[in-house]
């Protein structure tokens, strides 16, 4: 079992981070997709002890939609600090989580889409895949994706919440679709079906700690072990077993963020 996407150099993780590693160890996991906010040296910093506590996880570094705003007056800063970022991680093997996000509007929606712009062609300049972050902004996302020709970049969108036909279109400009905890909340109907209908081949599970705990430690802290939960969910819905899930995922997660 691999989580695709976790903050464990979040500060969030600093005092504990051993004991939580072991337990993801100890639940199956083999490796973990850690995503790293370039603009934040400190949690910079961190990926070095993460990667010390697990010499498996690999990296996504980008600059998230939220911290856009910081890079108003040149957004093409973003992917300069982004690449840096990058040069520096030996085991940095994607650009993320960057994308738009309209439901938070952290950052003015223009600059959002520059930044997400100029870390695309990063990703396509440094044959990387890109994880996705993306929130009731779905039009602007693919308009981007395809102006940019993303089906040529490929990555995952992370954390789906999104519907259907959402998925449909994500899956076909090329992309994976990753499921949170979100699948495992009873009022995720249209979610379920989602998890039902992404083609095996394109599937990733993720927990995206410390936030989203699935049922049943909703409301605590989360930690990449929980992603057991999330695929024993996602495999009752499709009627297979979670070693079903595990291995599909985990082959997924190699094509595209190994070695
Ligand atoms: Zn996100
Ligand atoms: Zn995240």
């Known amino acids: 079992m691999i989580d695709s996407h976790c903050h464990l150099a979040g500060e969030e993780f600093v005092e504990d981070l051993p004991a939580v590693v072991a337990r993801a160890q100890a639940a199956g996991l083999s490796r973990a997709l850690v995503i790293i ?6 949690e910079r910093s961190r990926a070095a002890v993460v990667s010390a506590a697990w010499s498996e ?4 570094i980008g600059v998230h939609p939220h911290q856009a705003g910081q890079f108003d007056t040149d957004p093409s800063e973003a992917a300069r600090t982004t690449r840096a970022a990058i040069a520096a991680e030996p085991s940095a093997r994607a650009v993320g989580e960057i994308g738009l996000d309209y439901h938070y509007d952290f950052s003015p929606r223009d600059v959002q889409r520059a930044v997400f712009r100029e870390q695309l062609q990063l990703a396509r300049e440094l044959k990387l895949p890109v994880v996705i972050h993306t929130r009731e902004a ?11 020709r993303a089906d040529e970049i490929g990555g995952v969108f992370h954390c789906f919440t999104g519907d259907r036909e959402m998925a449909t ?52 802290r989360n930690e990449p072990a929980h992603v057991v939960r999330v695929a024993e969910v996602v495999a009752e819905l499709r009627g ?20």
């Open 169 to 220: 279109r994500a899956l076909d400009v090329g992309f994976h679709v990753s499921l949170a905890g979100i699948v495992t909340f009873p009022r995720a109907i249209e979610l379920k079906e989602v998890a039902r209908l992404v083609p095996i081949d394109r599937l990733l599970v993720e927990t995206d700690s410390p936030f989203l705990a699935p049922v049943p430690h909703r409301g605590k």
């Open 37 to 42: 906010a370039a603009e934040d040296r400190a």
């Open 57 to 60: 996880v690999r990296f996504s």
């Open 138 to 148: 779905e039009d602007d996302t693919f308009e981007i994706l395809r102006q940019e």
């Open 240 to 259: 297979t077993s979670i070693d079903e899930i595990g291995e599909a995922t985990s082959k997924n997660f190699a094509r595209l963020f190994v070695p």
